[in-house]
T-cell receptor, first 118, second 109 residues
Framework: GAGVSQSPRYKVAKRGQDVALRCDPI?????LFWYQQALGQGPEFLTY????????KSGLPSDRFFAERPEGSVSTLKIQRTQQEDSAVYLC????????????????FGSGTRLTVV | QKEVEQNSGPLSVPEGAIASLNCTYS??????FFWYRQYSGKSPELIMF????GDKEDGRFTAQLNKASQYVSLLIRDSQPSDSATYLC?????????FGTGTRLQVFP
């Protein structure tokens, strides 16, 4: 597609509910990243993939967070048993470069999913 | 110490002035540096990236990098009200971009 597409745009979840957030990167982009952005803060790294391989998940805040990219294209971020502190905008970004190539030409971000846990 | 630090602002400048946004980082091994602009309620969009010490100019924007001082800045010349946004500094650390908290810029007519 022309850009990074994320769905849903908004999600309201009751505390304890499981949610799944989808990211469809730019066609052909090798690397895919998930970030969490709380109000008034910069994006915080969660995890990234190169093709279908999850190379770094050091930013996932707990084992309730899980991400996958099984075919190296679309990715899903799943949050189990949501809690109020999970309320944030979840941003997906993609890059045509593979990681570790010695340079990163920046990422293209999707519009994000705003998650509100009530 | 945070990996990437920015003054949260707001930085208020009059229309037509030069806005100067600053960022420091902790990882001496970092090689690439980015400035993103984020309008309220929108996602970050890339403005510039810089790899080498010195200045890099693109239209009204100039990025400056000083690796010895671990400092990167963004200058916006002839600031316009439409430049009012949050400016995020990002540094490539361990193959991923680490962002600062952003500086909010307000350009008033």
């Amino acid at each position: 597609g022309a850009g990074v597409s994320q769905s849903p745009r908004y999600k309201v979840a009751k505390r304890g509910q499981d949610v799944a957030l989808r990211c469809d990167p730019i066609s052909g982009h090798v690397s895919l990243f998930w970030y969490q952005q709380a109000l008034g803060q910069g994006p915080e790294f969660l995890t990234y993939f190169q093709n279908e391989a999850q190379l770094d998940k050091s930013g996932l805040p707990s084992d309730r967070f899980f991400a996958e990219r099984p075919e190296g294209s679309v990715s899903t971020l799943k949050i189990q048993r949501t809690q109020q502190e999970d309320s944030a905008v979840y941003l997906c970004a993609s890059s045509f470069q593979g990681v570790g190539t010695g340079g990163v030409y920046g990422y293209t971000f999707g519009s994000g999913t705003r998650l509100t846990v009530v | 110490q945070k990996e990437v630090e920015q003054n949260s602002g707001p930085l208020s400048v009059p229309e037509g002035a030069i806005a100067s946004l600053n960022c420091t980082y902790s990882d001496r091994g970092s090689q690439s540096f980015f400035w993103y602009r984020q309008y309220s309620g929108k996602s970050p969009e890339l403005i510039m990236f810089i790899y080498s010490n010195g200045d890099k100019e693109d239209g009204r924007f100039t990025a400056q990098l000083n690796k010895a001082s671990q400092y990167v800045s963004l200058l916006i010349r002839d600031s316009q009200p439409s430049d009012s946004a949050t400016y995020l500094c990002a540094v490539n650390i361990n193959n991923k971009l680490i962002f600062g908290t952003g500086t909010r810029l307000q350009v008033f007519p």
